[in-house]
């Protein structure tokens, strides 16, 4: 409900963006917090060229899930 903390959530992936890097952000389960179960994620990023990599990387976390 509370506006400028969305806008500070959404300023994690604006780096990697600008640098020109591939990554990828993953669902990681949820964690409790004020009586509600909120979900989580996991962002991970390759260098310049590691698209495949990446993709192998996040397919096999997803997976273990």
Do not use: H
């Amino acid at each position: 409900a509370d506006p400028l903390a969305m806008s500070l959530g959404d300023i994690f992936p604006v780096p990697v963006s600008l640098a020109g890097v591939p990554a990828i952000s993953l669902p990681s389960g949820t964690v409790r917090m004020n009586e509600k179960e909120l979900p989580v994620g996991m962002q991970f990023i390759a260098p310049w060229g590691g698209d495949a990599r990446l993709f192998d990387f996040g397919k096999k976390f997803y997976d273990r899930l």
